[in-house]
């Protein structure tokens, strides 16, 4: 079975300019949350969906999006890239939206650098 | 929620066991303990999770103490392909999602 799976793996961009990471979870997964890490440090939290609709948010600007289409699949929008924004993007899915227990599923990354 | 420390690095050799320590003396009765690794370029991984009671899977065991302010992650047996960062995360029942990762513990697996 296929994991979760993100596009594109490595992309260069310029700052100013706008990105979409695109994201697809395990079959059967209904929730997707994305992180941001920076090279050295730990994942930080930026948003979870859950069945199309926002489940969380970290402290992030507002110039990170993001959206769950019926499929469960998602998109991470970055308007406006700052230098500081080069980071790789690491997209999470699971079955539920985990008020309990459960592990999450992540993804291989998508690796941003801003020029 | 509450806040973990682990060592920043350690080493351990191939075929011994690897005892990964964290601290987490805020720890409130309902948050449970989490232990995830990053190896290389990949994604972190899901190895394990407890609330009070040790815990033992196929790639590793959690011990918890008693008062819960701090737990080790066992590693049987290391092989050089756990050479990674291990996270311990606190996670709080309703944080959905959301883990909160620190720095991690760059473990590196010697022959």
């Not at chain 1, 499929?71 to 929008?77: A, G, K």
């Not at chain 2, 050799?13 to 805020?26: D, K, M, Q, V, Y």
Request: hydrophobic share 30%; net charge neutral; proline share 6%.
């Amino acid at each position: 079975d296929a994991g979760v799976t993100q596009s594109p793996t490595h992309l260069i961009k310029t700052r100013g300019q706008h990105v979409t990471l695109r994201c697809s979870p395990i079959s059967g997964h209904k929730s997707v949350s994305w992180y941001q890490q920076v090279l050295g440090q730990g994942p930080q939290f930026i948003f979870q969906y859950y069945e199309k609709e926002e489940r969380g948010r970290g402290n992030f600007p507002d110039r990170f999006s993001a959206r769950q289409f019926p499929n469960y699949s998602s998109e991470l929008n970055v308007n406006a890239l700052l230098l500081g924004d080069s980071a790789l993007y690491l997209c999470a899915s699971s079955l539920e939206d985990q008020r309990n227990t459960g592990e999450l599923f992540f993804g291989e990354g998508s690796r941003l650098t801003v020029l | 929620d509450a806040k973990t420390t682990q060592p920043p690095s350690m080493d351990c050799a191939e075929g011994r066991a690897a005892n990964l320590p964290c601290n987490h003396s805020t720890i409130s009765g309902n948050e449970y303990v989490y232990w995830y690794r990053q190896i290389h370029s990949q994604g972190p991984q899901y190895i394990i999770h407890g609330l009070k009671n040790n815990e033992t899977n196929e790639m590793a065991s959690l011990i918890i103490t008693e008062d819960r302010k701090s737990s080790t992650l066992i590693l049987p047996h290391a092989t050089l392909r756990d050479t990674a960062v291990y996270y311990c995360i606190v996670r709080p029942p309703a944080a959905g999602n959301k883990l909160t990762f620190g720095g991690g513990t760059r473990v590196l697996v010697k022959p």
